[in-house]
């Protein structure tokens, strides 16, 4: 695996064959990782930058995600929320919140929830676009940290999470 240091504040993404994953490029095309879906959908299994995150969906009633590292171990979890948002919290304290911003879910947001204060940054902005039958996107970072890399694949799962949702619903 190659590692991209800095960071890029933009990336590309697209879906890779039969739509089980997708994959990462920086704007120079140089492949920079791949999320992938389990054949049941209950683990995700998600690499950028070196960096290893599983999602795992929770219970039958899909309301809550357990975030872990490349060992297993816990390090977040996501409650799923009605109406397009949800609540991220890492283990390391912090909040996130992730919104959609339209209702067709073409535009999301994860946003840092700082506490003490109504006036919340914008971490990462995602663009999904849908041409025939490719699925592609832009990711755009604000905010750079050194859980660039997790923030990034936490806020890109959930609106896949919910456009999957949504196309296998009706």
Not at 13 to 32: C, H, L, R
Not at 41 to 48: C, N, P
Not at 70 to 96: A, C, H, R, W
Request: aromatic content about 16%.
């Amino acid at each position: 695996m190659l590692y991209h240091y800095p960071f890029p504040s933009r990336l590309k993404w697209m879906a890779n064959a039969f739509k089980k994953g997708y994959q990462f490029v920086d704007e120079g095309g140089q492949y920079m990782g791949k999320m992938e879906f389990s054949t049941f959908g209950q683990k995700i299994q998600s690499e950028l930058n070196g960096v290893v995150v599983n999602f795992f969906l929770q219970g039958l009633f899909i309301r809550s995600v357990l975030i872990t590292n490349e060992d297993q171990e816990p390090i977040g979890t996501i409650q799923l929320k009605m109406f397009g948002k949800s609540i991220i919290n890492l283990n390391s304290g912090e909040v996130y919140l992730w919104k959609r911003k339209n209702i067709f879910n073409t535009r999301w947001q994860l946003i840092h929830d700082l506490p003490g204060t109504d006036d919340d940054p914008i971490s990462v902005n995602y663009q999904y676009i849908y041409r025939f039958v490719q699925e592609s996107g832009e990711i755009e970072l604000y905010e750079e940290t050194n859980q660039s890399e997790l923030l990034t694949l936490i806020g890109f799962f959930l609106g896949i999470y919910f456009i999957r949702q949504r196309k296998k619903n009706g």
